[in-house]
């Protein structure tokens, strides 16, 4: 079992950045694909960005393409979500989440594990 802890989340003015990080505990995480997810009210949930188990390869939601940059590092299990030139749509509850996969994609569905969120809002 691993245990997820978002943090990182603020309020922040249009164009700031934030810098997010997902802590795992208990089973290290250093085998599974990580992804940040986020639901703003009335809205799904929704993938932002994905990170592979050895951290080689990543993807994105086309709208923070460019703006967002996940990486990781195993030896601390930590998972971090660097946003920058946020916008108001940007504002919502953002999860991450595990599934313990050694692949060379980078999933968007089918996670197993997930953190208790962060709330980001981004001032217009």
């Known amino acids: 079992q691993v245990h997820l802890v978002e943090s990182g989340g603020g309020l922040v003015q249009a164009g700031g950045s934030l810098r997010l990080s997902c802590a795992a505990s208990?089973?290290?995480?250093?085998?599974?694909?990580i992804g940040w997810f986020r639901q703003a009210p009335g809205n799904e949930r929704e993938f932002v960005a994905g990170?592979?188990?050895?951290?080689?390869?990543?993807k994105y939601v086309d709208s923070v393409e460019g703006r967002f940059t996940i990486s990781r590092d195993n030896s601390e299990n930590t998972v971090f979500l660097q946003m920058n030139s946020l916008k108001p749509e940007d504002t919502a509850v953002y999860y991450c989440a595990a599934l313990y996969y050694r692949g060379n994609y980078v999933p968007t569905v089918g996670y197993a594990y997930w953190g208790q969120g962060t709330q980001v809002t981004v001032s217009s």
């Open positions: 208990g089973r290290t995480t250093g085998s599974a694909a």
């Open positions: 990170i592979n188990w050895s951290g080689g390869r990543t």
